[in-house]
């Protein structure tokens, strides 16, 4: 029975996807690159510090909007805080929010979403969810500590996932930042070639 549902399940997770690909998600890619290139320019605002004023841009992977997709969202029921690890000793407070289920490349695929305590009580940022995660190009086209993607909670049980705006922590420009390590379970087994590559010497 489980097998059954999980393939019409899969079913429509592909119409989601296709239907997602009428969008423009090109415009909203190259939107995302040009503040992302804007954000590390400016020395108030780049982990490069000193360095930012000579930031030539990030490399990007070309945007494909076959990897932004409209996945199944399962709130997550009484789920317990835990400390993410990090590149040092910090340990901030998470909280699994949900799961996005969809189908990419043929593969049935799952990811954590995860929800930080301590943003959660700002205004700014109380309807943040954080989507770490790590693939197959990790350490030779992208970085090896895995990327990251910033989403909001979503209204119903659908969620709009762009690998497009995949991008890296500051810990892959500037040793010196603390940042959230993906979990395990967060291991994609596909090449996610979208969003920032791997960092430029």
Known sequence: MKKVYFTIL????????????????????????????EQYSDP????LKGKAKRFKGH????????????????KS??????????TTNRRPTYEKYGEAQFVLYGKELRLSIYQNHELRETAEYKNYLFLPFTDLTNGDESYGGGRFIDLEIP???????????????????????????????????????????????
């Open 10 to 37: 899969a079913s429509m997770l592909l119409s989601y996807t296709t239907c997602l690909k009428a969008q423009d998600v090109g415009q909203n890619a190259a939107e995302f690159q040009k503040e992302l290139n």
């Open 59 to 74: 490399d990007f992977f070309e945007i494909d909007s076959a990897l932004c997709v409209e996945a199944r969202f399962v």
């Open 155 to 201: 209204k119903g049980n659908t969620i709009t996932i762009d690998f497009n705006k995949a991008y890296n922590p500051y810990c892959a420009y500037n040793k010196d930042y603390s940042c959230p390590i993906p979990p395990a379970e967060n291991d994609l087994p596909i090449l996610v070639r979208a969003g920032v590559k791997k960092p430029k010497k």
């Open 77 to 86: 029921l009484n789920a317990l805080p835990f400390r993410m690890k990090t």
């Open 44 to 47: 108030e605002e780049s982990p």
